[in-house]
């Protein structure tokens, strides 16, 4: 039986030593604070926002929320953005994305500045994540896989590891946090031939998937003993939530796996704060 990397401790560590970096500031007179910035309602922003505020109370930091109508123009919320900018007391912000269709969301992410993205929107994030340096901050859900990798004690160096899923906010960060630590890489897309695909799949020691498809990958598409790191949030035919990994087939061949749900999300909203509490110390 393969061993199941569950989210809830992961988040709970790091939340603990967030705590700790929040006393401390706290004792200097700074209290780490977010901004959200919503447009509209939507289900998944307002689940995903209810989340953000729970770990920000039990870690201690402050939140100011945005909240605009789906309507709202460019202009307005470039203007909004350009305040929170100019506000020495919010740290870090959180923007919900896709924007809607009538706003430029490139040019609004790219109006954000850098040092205050949180969740990697902006170019002077992504040259850090790229570069290897510490310039702005990862995505979030990118680096909730390092800190599950960490936290159970998987070693990367010289490991091989398949990415399924290309997008900047999961499989091309990862990459990059991935080789970073001496692993080496392959990622395929729905561009990759499908014998590639499989070949991929069954050969690595690490399988992280983010492909945003109920059950995709199955038993035929993994080898033996592997981690997998099921970073996909679906619905699957029954209506019940489910990752990218056929878990059924998956987890009888696997060293160790990620449930969903229970994995990775968990540890988001952890590393948000966290991102937070960095930036209100610089």
């Known amino acids: 039986m393969a061993e199941l990397l569950k989210g809830g401790p992961v988040a709970k560590a790091i939340t603990e030593r967030n705590k700790q970096a929040v006393s401390e500031l706290q004792s200097k007179g700074i209290t780490p604070t977010l901004a959200i910035v919503r447009l509209g309602e939507k289900?998944?922003?307002?689940?995903?926002?209810?989340?953000?505020?729970?770990?920000?109370?039990?870690?201690?930091?402050?939140v100011k929320q945005f909240v605009f109508p789906e309507e709202?123009?460019?202009?307005?919320?470039?203007?909004?953005?350009?305040?929170?900018?100019?506000?020495?007391?919010?740290?870090?912000?959180?923007m919900f994305r896709p924007l809607p269709k009538h706003i430029d969301e490139k040019k609004v992410c790219?109006?954000?500045?850098?040092?205050?993205?949180?969740?990697?929107?902006?170019?002077?994030?992504?040259?850090?994540?790229?570069?290897?340096?510490?310039?702005?901050?990862?995505?979030?859900?990118?680096?909730?896989?390092?800190?599950?990798?960490?936290?159970?004690?998987?070693?990367?160096?010289?490991?091989k590891a398949t990415i399924f899923g290309r997008s900047l906010v999961i499989g091309k960060p990862v990459a990059m946090m991935l080789m970073a630590r001496h692993a080496t890489i392959t990622v395929c897309h729905s561009r990759t031939k499908s014998d590639d695909f499989v070949e991929a799949g069954r050969d690595a020691d690490i399988v992280i998937t983010a492909l945003g498809r109920a059950?995709?990958?199955?038993?035929?598409?993994?080898?033996?003993?592997?981690i997998i790191i099921d970073v996909g949030i679906n619905?699957?035919?029954?209506?019940?939530?489910?990752?990218?990994?056929?878990?059924a087939e998956a987890e009888p061949k696997a060293a160790a796996?990620?449930?969903?749900?229970?994995?990775?999300?968990?540890?988001?909203?952890?590393?948000?704060?966290?991102?937070?509490?960095?930036?209100?110390?610089?």
């Open 43 to 62: 289900p998944g922003d307002l689940a995903y926002e209810r989340g953000a505020l729970k770990r920000a109370e039990k870690t201690g930091v402050q």
């Open 72 to 94: 709202m123009t460019e202009e307005a919320l470039l203007d909004e953005i350009g305040k929170i900018n100019q506000d020495d007391s919010i740290h870090g912000v959180l």
């Open 110 to 159: 790219e109006a954000l500045a850098p040092e205050k993205d949180m969740d990697g929107i902006t170019s002077g994030s992504m040259a850090g994540v790229f570069m290897d340096s510490p310039i702005g901050y990862p995505p979030c859900t990118a680096e909730a896989v390092m800190e599950m990798l960490d936290h159970y004690g998987i070693v990367l160096k010289g490991r």
């Open 215 to 226: 059950k995709m990958i199955g038993a035929d598409k993994l080898g033996e003993e592997q």
């Open 235 to 247: 619905v699957d035919e029954e209506g019940n939530l489910c990752g990218d990994v056929d878990f």
């Open 257 to 282: 796996i990620t449930p969903v749900p229970g994995g990775v999300g968990n540890v988001t909203t952890a590393v948000l704060m966290k991102h937070v509490i960095r930036a209100a110390s610089l």
